[in-house]
Every structure is written in structure tokens, then in C-alpha cells.
């Protein structure tokens, strides 16, 4: 109730002046997308700040950096923190001279923190001597550029996936016009294509030798082509024969899904063999979460928006728009942590063992089973909700608008609660453990959505939300991080290292519980007589609020307890890597 909503463009556009220099850009967004300013100016000055925050926790070099000249920090957020607690939202609106100044003010707010951190991180770079620039040292540290450009990887990856994930189903069955009955017959023969091409391209990873490594190679070449296919994915053919419209949806879906295979496996690899330090692995895998929350975060604000505004009442052509940005935001990001990143970790190289060896070696890897169950609950709670969640906010709150201020509401928690996992993980000991908590929690604060409503409970209904989302995105990092610990126990307990060959079957675990997930809610819908456009019968009603809350809630508390019997504690995993180490040592003086 703090925020004043703007929802008419009539007020909006009465709210804008063209005339202030510093706020051009929060002017068009508002006109556009019908947000009120002073929430907008709010929001993403408070996200700044706390992103800023974050990745100082994850590279704590920075501290310094940031406080070199401690005066001008404490003058500046007093004057942050007055201006900020100035802004009183509702009364100042009646006020325009007030409301231009703190604007003005806030504005320039951005521009005094992104000038003093960048001339303070240059002059502590100036006192430091000149060096051959590195992108790791021998005792396993991964400087901040490196982290920043793998964090950056899953930006990336998740203006694709989840673009899919959130938006495709509901484009195919509102704006492309196929039955609810096809797309979710597609999600599970889709798998099947899956099993067939994940373990292929996870074995060739193993097999591919370059100057630029084993993994990067495929993001540099992997990451344009997907980028195309997923434009062609969103490009709607509503006047086709339903026949033509069932064959171009799974080819190009089919053909999506192997290109983010290619692109996705490697760069899940590719934390593995950045470093063996279990702490600097932790801190990769933090990077990654937070950005990827970061771009979780933007991505559901601004779609909906985007996809009105590029349509200007045509969905199809808003999609079309839209997915072609993504696509090059896939792309460059992926190029972006191709350049910055490197494999430094020594893995034999041309190894040829048959697939049944391999496969014996996973079987005698009991963390890495656990890491493959939670990996296929994780696809199936996630991907079942995404694929519900512009439904719910559609057909059961009445507008889809609402979820691009549920996503405002959970995006800052959800980049705090994934930089929180190294803490957690300190505390535990054990990833597992950690995985542990956080989802049983996250799935308590779920569970207790199904009884608010954005609508007539607000304040419960977004609290509950950003408490959940806080937990999930620390599950989020935690069952990542496990995976390259996973590879080290199966090579010191089989002699086998397959890195390629193991990530493959944890990208099929989890795009299987995806496949699941989705077919069951599509199968759910169909059944219960669900109509593209129309007011929904109370069943389908009650399907929806349920797999929006109830259903993962559970099962979050299930995940919780299979992920207590993960056992490759803290020290566990230091003694294997030095027992390898000395293992490599002993055959390098042979």
C-alpha cells in the first residue's frame, strides 16, 4: 500500500517531463509500460544497491575498494538514505516541483555511486605493479572478472530457458492456437529426444580438445545458433493448419532443446574445471545463482510489458519482438563468459571408455545419485510452476499485469538468498545439508501462498512470496554447487573422470522432471476442460491455485529429505582432492 499504481497511460503520461535530462529513460518506461514512477525509481534504485552489495559479499577484495575513502562513502548514503526516506510516496505526487528534485536527486544518486566505485577500483589498481593478466592462481583463487563473466553464462541462459519455461506453453496455446492436448504430448516426447542427445553431446565435451579447452569452444560457436533457433521457436503461425502448426512447433522445439544442450551442458562443466578449491567452486556457483536471480528478475518484469508494447495489440508479433532480443542477449553473454573464463583443471584428454564403464562409475557415485534426484524434483517443482504461473496470475487474479509486480516483489530477496549459500554452507559444512534447509523452508513459505491473494491479501500474499523465492534461490545454488564436488568423489572412488559424460545426466534429470512437471499441468488443464481466452470452470480454477502453491510446497519438503542423505561433508571432499592430487603427482614422476 506504500506504492501508488498508476494504471491508466492517461495519468501516466500526465506524470512525465521530457524536460528533466537525468530521468529520460525512467520518463519512457513510464509512459509506456503504465508503472508509477516513484515505485519505479524506488525499485531499481534499491536493486542497484543491493546488487552492488552482493558482489562485494561474493569477491570480498572489493571492501577495500569500496571504502578507500571512508568520508565521502558516509556522506554519500546519508544523502542516499535521506533522499530515499524523503520520497514520501503518496503525498509527494500532489507536489510536482518536490517530486522533479528528488527524481533529479535519486538520478544522480546512480551516477555518484557508479563514479566513485569505478575511480576508487582504478586507483587501487594503480598502486598494485603490473602483471601478466591471470584468470586463476596456483592455489586455485578465481579472480572477480572471472566469476562476474561465469555468473554472466547463466544471464544468458536464462533469457532462453526461462523465457521458454515461463512463456512458451501459453504462447502456444493462446497466441500460436495449438491444443493444450499437443504441447503437453510434445514435453514428454521431447525427452525422449533428450535422452538420446544429452549423453552424446556430454561425451563429445569430454572428447573435445582445443586451445580454448574442453568446454568454451562450445559456447563460442553453440550460443549464436541457439539464439537463432530460439527466434524461430516464437515465431507464431496462427492462420496454419493445426497439423502444420504441431510439425513446426516440434521441430523447432526439439532442435531449442539441443541447441541449449550444447550450450548449457559445457558451461555447467565448465565450473569444474575452472578450479578444484572447494570454497572458490562455491563462490563460482554464488556468481552464477545471483545473476541468473538477477535476470530471473528482469526477465518476468519486463516481458509482458515488453510484449504489449512491441505488439501494440498483435501478441504475435510482441512475442516475435521479444524473443529476438533475448536471442541476442543469449549470445552475447555467452561470448561475453567465453572470453573472460579459463579451464585450468587437468582431465585426461582423449579419453575412450566405453559407455558401460562410465555408467558403472555413476552407480558406485552415491552423492551424485542424490545430486541426479535432486536435479529431477528441482526440473519438476520449477518448471510444473513456471508453466502455471502466467495461468494463475491470467485466470485466477485476473490480470497478467500482476506478474510483473510479483516478480518486482521476489527478484531482491531471491539475489539475497542465493549470496547467502556460501554462509549457509559454512555453517552446515555440507552442501547437501544446505540444499537441505533451504528447501525445506522454501517450501513452507510456498505452501501457505494458497491462502492469499495478491488481490485481497497483498502484504501476506508478496511477503510469503519473497520469503520463499530467498529460500528457493539458496536451494538453487546449493544443488548446483554440489554437482563438480560430485565429479571428483566418482574419480577418486572409480578412477574415472567424466565430466562431460555426468553433467549430461544431470541436465536429462532435470529436463526430465521438466517434461513431467509441464505435461501433468498441461494434461491437468486439458482434462479439466480448460479454454484459451475464456473464463475458466471452477476445476481448472482450483488446478491452477494449487500448482501454484500446495503441490510444490510438498514437494519442496520432499526434496528437503532425500538431500539429507548426502554425505560428502566439507573435509571429505579436501582429503579426495588431495589424495588425487598426490595420486597425479606419483604418475608425473614416473
Sequence with gaps: ??????????????????????????????????????????????????????????????????????????????????????????????????????????????LFFLLQITLNFASENNKKPKRNMKTTSSKGHVPFISKFAYGMGDVGCNFSWMFVSNFLMIFYTDVFGIGMSAVATLMLVSRIWDAVNDPIIGTLTDKTHSRWGRFRPWLLFGAPVTALVLILTFWAHPNWSQTAKIVYMAVTYCILVLGYTCVNLPYGTLCGAMTQDIDERAKLNTSRSVSAMIAIGVLNIITVPLVTFFGKGNAQSGYLAVAIIYGIIFAACHLFCFSKTKEVVEVPVGQKLPISVQLKSVL???????????????????????????????????????????????????????????????????????????????????????????????????????????????????????????????????????????????????????????????????????????????????????????????????????????????????????????????????
Design 1 to 110: 500500500s506504500a506504492f501508488t499504481f498508476e494504471a491508466s497511460p492517461e495519468r501516466a503520461r500526465d506524470t512525465v517531463d521530457l524536460d528533466m535530462p537525468s530521468s529520460l529513460a525512467i520518463s519512457f518506461i513510464v509512459m509506456y509500460f503504465d508503472i508509477s514512477r516513484m515505485f519505479l525509481v524506488t525499485y531499481f534504485f534499491t536493486l542497484y544497491v543491493f546488487t552492488l552489495l552482493l558482489f562485494v559479499y561474493i569477491d570480498t577484495k572489493l571492501i577495500k575498494i569500496f571504502l578507500l575513502k571512508k568520508d565521502a562513502s558516509h556522506n554519500l548514503w546519508r544523502f542516499a538514505l535521506r533522499s530515499a526516506v524523503r520520497l514520501q510516496i503518496g503525498n509527494d505526487c500532489a507536489n510536482r516541483e518536490r517530486l522533479r528534485e528528488r527524481l533529479r536527486n535519486l538520478s544522480y544518486i546512480f
Design 364 to 590: 558406485k557415485n552415491r552423492p551424485y545419485q542424490l545430486a541426479i534426484l535432486g536435479q529431477f524434483l528441482f526440473g519438476f517443482i520449477l518448471y510444473g510452476r513456471n508453466a502455471d504461473i502466467l495461468y494463475y496470475f491470467t485466470y485466477v487474479e485476473g490480470s497478467a499485469t500482476l506478474f510483473s509486480y510479483y516478480s518486482m516483489a521476489i527478484v531482491l530477496p531471491s539475489i539475497v538468498g542465493a549470496a547467502c549459500f556460501p554462509w549457509m554452507f559454512r555453517k552446515t559444512g555440507n552442501k547437501g545439508y544446505a540444499a537441505a534447509v533451504f528447501a525445506l523452508l522454501c517450501g513452507v513459505f510456498m505452501a501457505l501462498l494458497y491462502f492469499f491473494s495478491p488481490n485481497t491479501s497483498p502484504v501476506e500474499f508478496y511477503v510469503c512470496s519473497a520469503i520463499a523465492w530467498f529460500f528457493f534461490s539458496g536451494f538453487n545454488t546449493a544443488i548446483y554447487a554440489i554437482i563438480p564436488d560430485c565429479v571428483e568423489y566418482g574419480e577418486w572412488k572409480t578412477g574415472v573422470r567424466n565430466d562431460g559424460f555426468q553433467y549430461a545426466f544431470v541436465s536429462l534429470a532435470n529436463k526430465m522432471g521438466m517434461a513431467l512437471g509441464t505435461a501433468m499441468f498441461a494434461l491437468a488443464l486439458d482434462s479439466a476442460g480448460y479454454v484459451a481466452g475464456a473464463e475458466q470452470n471452477a476445476d481448472v480454477i482450483a488446478i491452477m491455485r494449487h500448482t501454484f502453491s500446495t503441490i510444490p510446497g510438498a514437494l519442496w519438503v520432499i526434496t528437503a529429505f532425500c538431500l539429507c542423505f548426502y554425505k560428502l561433508h566439507r573435509n571429505v571432499y579436501n582429503k579426495i582432492v588431495d589424495e588425487l592430487k598426490a595420486i597425479k603427482n606419483k604418475v608425473e614422476r614416473i
